[in-house]
């Protein structure tokens, strides 16, 4: 391991051998010993059981003397001002960042975190002013409603705000400000899906020109951003599907939300069908799928105020986002039983994690997950109907049956006998009786019956035809092959009584 602690670069190894598990162990225990320099926490002695050693040309006693001032500071003077700091990390990192994020750290920037810490040293800035400008977010009024800002929009400030603080203290060596301190908790989103009679309501009462823009929007699950910078050279009509490969945000061309938002979505037939018609009104008209009179893309604040809201007062559906369309989609791709992978791809989700988490409240219902198929599976495959033919029971299994069970069942068991004196299965079921004369033996071997004891239950089925056919029955052959396998070896001679 090769790190810095109390400006001295240090180097420990280990006995492990050199594999990559290995490596992988002591990548994780580095990161640890980082992270606790990081904090201040760091205790060398403890970790490696041994004393901080000396650097070169310094005495143990003269290290020791000079640790208090090596220590890293939680803060430290001649830093430069926050705001000069701000932009050159900006500057830094707007490189790799998407136009639209871009815009919204710019803002961040403008809006909050420079008028409050802009004149200020990095180095100067303290935990407790980071809490206090935090405080300070909670009480700043929402910009569309009488509320203030949620806790997710003021995670989004925080945001820039550690980024900026941490990598001043790793540059500058000093312990961040914003050690330990956690995002405010979110009250996840609820998701509000329209049920198919709504979807029927909205479909025939929608305008004309938007009828086809609501069916894609309701069972493709597309983003508002990917609808409205959908082309029609990403329209594949010969092998139906809908190419997503670039996006309108903030009323501009951009790319994905992120890279496993690059996919490819089936077509049904209402889709189709919708997509072609759309061809004949905009197909010559613009590039773009769904567009304005102009041929210039669908402005999604028009959109809103214009279609979306009136439509849902006047059809009296209670008012939610128009992003709900997507979350129909996935609910319906649900309720028809489809393979949550599936449903994840066409979704542009890289894992089935964010699907159930998402929509965990509809997978049980809707994929029929709550039991009713392995009822379904007991019914058809397992019965509990009394076994017909014969049963074997052990004595020790015998002797806790009822006592009106066990009359019951000898009377039964002399009556059969009567019935069947002349029956093959019949005397078969007494081990080791011969015949003599067809009369079974009146000395069956006790011993053995008190192995086993056989009750008398063959199958019968009627003779075919004649007088005599109609007055007895025949013993069904498997019977016969049943009854000899059923027959218990004789006993050993330790075991028989007397011996």
Not at 105 to 129: C, M, N, W
Request: net charge positive; aromatic share 8%.
């Amino acid at each position: 391991m090769d790190f810095k602690y109390l400006g001295q670069r240090l180097r420990e190894q280990t006995a492990l051998p050199d594999t990559e598990p290995n490596r992988k162990r002591l990548q994780k225990a580095l990161e640890r010993i980082e992270g606790e320099i990081a904090l201040g926490t760091f205790d060398y002695e403890k970790t490696f059981g041994k004393p901080l050693p000396a650097k070169s040309g310094q005495t143990d006693s003269e290290a020791s003397s000079k640790d208090a001032e090596l220590t890293q500071p939680t803060t430290r003077s001649g830093t430069p001002l926050f705001k000069d700091f701000a932009d050159m990390w900006f500057a830094e990192c707007e490189v790799s960042w998407r136009r639209s994020y871009r815009v919204t750290q710019r803002g961040s920037l403008d809006q909050y975190l420079i008028p409050y810490f802009g004149d200020k040293e990095v180095g100067h800035i303290t935990k407790a002013d980071v809490l206090a400008f935090r405080a300070s977010l909670a009480k700043v009024p929402a910009r569309k409603s009488l509320s203030t800002l949620s806790n997710r929009r003021i995670n989004s400030v925080m945001k820039p705000l550690r980024q900026i603080l941490n990598e001043a203290a790793d540059r500058l060596e000093f312990t961040s400000a914003f050690r330990n301190i956690k995002p405010l908790k979110m009250k996840r989103s609820d998701v509000m899906p329209f049920t198919l009679e709504e979807v029927q309501q909205i479909l025939t009462t929608v305008r004309a020109d938007f009828r086809n823009y609501f069916t894609v929007r309701f069972f493709t699950g597309m983003r508002t951003g990917e609808v409205h910078g959908l082309k029609w050279k990403y329209i594949d009509f010969e092998r139906r599907l809908i190419l997503v490969r670039e996006a309108i945000v903030m009323k501009e061309e951009d790319e994905l939300k992120t890279d496993g938002s690059v996919r490819d979505i089936q077509m049904t037939d209402l889709v189709f069908d919708a997509l072609q018609a759309q061809f004949k009104v905009t197909g010559r008209l613009s590039e773009f799928v769904f567009c304005n009179r102009k041929g210039e893309p669908i402005d999604n604040q028009n959109f809103l105020n214009r279609v979306w809201s009136p439509l849902l007062r006047h059809l009296n559906i209670p008012h939610r986002r128009a992003y709900q369309m997507r979350h129909t989609a996935a609910t319906l791709w649900l309720a028809a039983g489809e393979a949550p992978e599936w449903i994840a791809r066409q979704l542009g989700h890289t894992s089935t994690e964010m699907l159930f988490r998402v929509y965990s409240r509809y997978v049980p219902n809707l994929t029929r997950r709550d039991g009713s198929a392995m009822e379904r599976l007991l019914k058809q495959h397992i019965s509990v109907a009394p076994v017909q033919g014969l049963v074997v029971r052990l004595p020790e299994e015998a002797a806790m049956l009822p006592a009106a069970h066990q009359a019951g069942a000898h009377a039964a068991s002399a009556e059969t006998a009567a019935n069947d004196a002349l029956d093959p299965a019949a005397l078969l079921s007494q081990p080791g009786a011969p015949l003599q004369g067809g009369q079974a033996s009146s000395a069956p071997a006790a011993n053995e019956a008190q192995a086993f004891e056989v009750l008398p239950a063959p199958r019968r089925r009627k003779a075919a035809s004649g007088a005599e056919g109609r007055n007895r029955t025949v013993t069904d052959p498997g019977d016969a092959e049943l009854a000899a396998l059923l027959r218990p070896p004789p006993l050993p001679p330790f075991l028989r009584h007397g011996s």
